[in-house]
T-cell receptor
Framework: DGGITQSPKYLFRKEGQNVTLSCEQNLNHDAMYWYRQDPGQGLRLIYYSQIVNDFQKGDIAEGYSVSREKKESFPLTVTSAQKNPTAFYLC???????????????????FGDGTRLSIL | DQQVKQNSPSLSVQEGRISILNCDYTNSMFDYFLWYKKYPAEGPTFLISISSIKDKNEDGRFTVFLNKSAKHLSLHIVPSQPGYSEVYFCAASGTNMNRDDKIIFGKGTRLHILP
């Protein structure tokens, strides 16, 4: 059964600790993304990767780090430098193949079920 | 500065009537627009999309209209069915010279269906 798996579903972090959120996909998608959602806010892009061993900063990358050593995996580390880490974190993936819009049909992102991170 | 704006944080509609959710965007480079539905503590689920070469796309109960000159799109849901007060997100993407692959999301509109 293909999909995106995020783990754990709930995560607690002590002040000053780094924590890593897992995201695995078996959809053979090229691109993977990390978003953060806060109450009353939309999804804000943290990092994204279009190809293995390459990734780009999103709009709110400070205090976060990622790696893309394998196509199916895109872990996110929330470092101690992230001053307000409590949020709902969403991972997504997307296929980049084929003609792009407006002539081609682009591919939507598929999301995991999220990880809720809280600070103790 | 928000590039994708959903100005109504919530919308209440009578059961069986049409729900119309609105979205505005500012970046003229956007050429692909999507709508997602999200329940609490779950990831968003893709509903429907539209390319900038079209002005309407229909899929079952969902129809999306695009007005490029006004930089406005809307999602029509017919009929409105009771749900769990899910949130609908509008999103947009576009290719630029660097083939940047960002998808920009609005803040969402929570839809309440009244009995």
């Amino acid at each position: 059964d293909g999909g995106i798996t995020q783990s754990p579903k709930y995560l607690f972090r002590k002040e000053g600790q780094n924590v890593t959120l897992s995201c695995e996909q078996n959809l053979n998608h090229d691109a993977m993304y990390w978003y953060r959602q806060d109450p009353g806010q939309g999804l804000r892009l943290i990092y994204y990767s279009q190809i293995v061993n390459d990734f780009q900063k999103g709009d709110i990358a400070e205090g976060y780090s990622v790696s893309r050593e394998k196509k199916e995996s895109f872990p996110l580390t929330v470092t101690s430098a992230q001053k307000n880490p409590t949020a709902f974190y969403l991972c997504a993936s997307r296929n980049l193949g084929g003609a792009r819009p407006p002539l081609g049909r682009d591919q939507p992102q598929h999301f995991g079920d999220g990880t809720r991170l809280s600070i103790l | 500065d928000q590039q994708v704006k959903q100005n109504s944080p919530s919308l209440s509609v009578q059961e069986g009537r049409i729900s119309i959710l609105n979205c505005d965007y500012t970046n003229s480079m956007f050429d692909y627009f999507l709508w997602y539905k999200k329940y609490p503590a779950e990831g968003p689920t893709f509903l429907i999309s539209i390319s900038s070469i079209k002005d309407k796309n229909e899929d079952g109960r969902f129809t999306v209209f695009l007005n490029k000159s006004a930089k406005h799109l809307s999602l029509h849901i017919v009929p409105s069915q009771p749900g769990y007060s899910e949130v609908y997100f509008c999103a947009a993407s576009g290719t630029n010279m660097n083939r940047d692959d960002k998808i920009i999301f609005g803040k969402g509109t929570r839809l309440h269906i009244l009995p």
